[in-house]
């Protein structure tokens, strides 16, 4: 095919293209970009993250229009797209079951990071962005969690600006911040509601750079071993596009099967009563996705401690670029990692199952050393695997 400065005119991709280069960007980034032929299902991921957004920015603006920013009046508002506007239903399941497909692909993605060592250079600031991303989609769900002003809400809400009080020198500026006073009340909820969709449009801002640094550094692959010349390598269209297509059909089904079938399956009960400040629900839970961060605030003795220990299981995350300095990235080709690797994820879950039962005697040392081998995996096997393993 010619460049596009040497097409006539009459062709409208060169017309185009000499004004605002968009046919050719296309092109070259999304048709014939090169991909390694070896990818898995896994490698799908990242595009049902991008569908999932999608979906949740535009069933979002559906339900602001008929929200209402005011404790008096937003459990009312809710109910009522829920049960009188039409299809309301069905765009508040969309969004809550969006929710969860959304943190199920997020930790999937990561953990296949994990495992094939996708974090390694070059692609440390691929890794980077993608947790900056988590970190806004987490303070995104958390914000919009208070909206319908139920029971959980509520409570959830108390509990997360506890913990932010406990921050020193910063935590009481940062909670008046949020809540424009000392208590949760309609300055907060108005707050909230304005940081929850403005985060939302500054996550599509982000998935662009992230996706900008994958094109730089290319896919990652099963084994490990960037491809060398053209043959080792397909084009994006239509080798990924038809199987990253597929794929997607299988997950709209399990999404639909979630927003159709079992709307209620993962929410909780006590977020359908309304917010009410004198009742406390005899047992706080996060939503399942909060939940393993949870476990951790509370197995620690002390608030602050909690918060430590928490926001440390994120930071791991983020130094493990520097903190495994082995050149070899998957998970299969090291015996250490491809031990303890699984024992770490393992944690999570559990940590996930604690953080969704009483805070029980049997719970907080289940939560104690899930939360011990997290950082054991991170801190200590990474480091030690880089120097000593012998690959396989
Ligand atoms: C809304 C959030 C996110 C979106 C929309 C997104 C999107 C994508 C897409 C489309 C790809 C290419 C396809 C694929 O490899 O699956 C990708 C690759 C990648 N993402 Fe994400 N991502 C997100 C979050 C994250 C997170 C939380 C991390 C982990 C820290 C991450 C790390 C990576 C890495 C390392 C790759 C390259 C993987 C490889 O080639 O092996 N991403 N992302």
């Known amino acids: 095919m010619p460049s596009p400065d040497r097409m006539p005119d009459t062709e409208p991709s060169g017309w185009l293209d000499r004004r605002f280069p968009v046919t050719g960007f296309l092109r070259r980034e999304y048709v014939a970009f090169p991909m390694p032929r070896n990818l898995n299902t896994l490698w799908s991921f990242g595009a049902f993250l991008i569908v999932t957004m999608t979906f949740m920015i535009a069933s979002g603006l559906f339900l602001a229009i008929n929200y209402t920013p005011d404790i008096t009046q937003a459990f009312a508002s809710v109910e009522t797209i829920d049960r009188q506007i039409p299809s309301g239903w069905f765009i ?36 980077l962005t993608g947790l900056g991303l988590m970190l806004m989609i987490m303070v995104t769900a958390f914000a919009g969690y208070v909206l319908p002003w139920g029971q959980m809400s509520y409570w ?152 430590i220990l928490a926001t440390g299981s994120l930071a791991v995350l983020f130094a493990l670029p520097w903190l495994d300095r082995s050149s070899i990235r998957p998970a299969t080709r090291r015996p250490l990692v491809r031990l303890s690797l699984p024992l770490a994820f393992a944690s999570f879950i559990l940590l996930g199952v604690a953080g969704m039962h009483p805070p029980t005697e049997a719970w907080l040392i289940v939560s104690r050393v899930a939360m011990a081998w997290w950082f054991i995996h991170f801190l200590l096997v990474m480091p030690l695997a880089s120097e000593r393993e012998i690959p396989s």
């Open 92 to 127: 508040r399941s969309l969004h809550m079951g969006g929710v969860t497909m959304l943190f199920a692909c997020l930790y999937i993605h990561l953990g296949r990071g994990l495992w094939y060592g996708s974090y390694k250079a070059p692609r440390e600031l691929l890794w």
């Open 156 to 307: 959830g809400a108390t509990v997360v600006l506890n913990a932010v009080h406990a921050i020193p020198l910063i935590g009481h500026p940062l909670s008046e911040l949020l809540l424009g006073g000392e208590t949760l009340g309609n300055i907060a909820l108005h707050r909230l509601f304005v940081l929850h969709f403005t985060m939302a449009f500054a996550i599509l801002g982000v998935i662009a750079l992230h996706v900008a640094a994958l094109h730089v550094v290319k896919s990652n692959n099963p084994t490990g071993i960037d491809p060398t010349s053209p043959a080792q390598t397909l084009p994006f269209h239509p080798y990924y596009t038809s199987r990253d297509g597929f794929a997607l059909c299988l997950f709209l089904m399990v999404y639909a099967g979630l927003v159709f079938f079992l709307p209620g399956l993962l929410t909780l009960a006590d977020n359908y009563i309304q917010a009410n400040p004198l009742i406390t629900p005899r047992d706080i839970r996060p939503e399942w996705y909060f939940a393993p961060f949870y476990a951790i605030l509370r197995a620690a003795p002390s608030r602050l401690g909690g918060l």
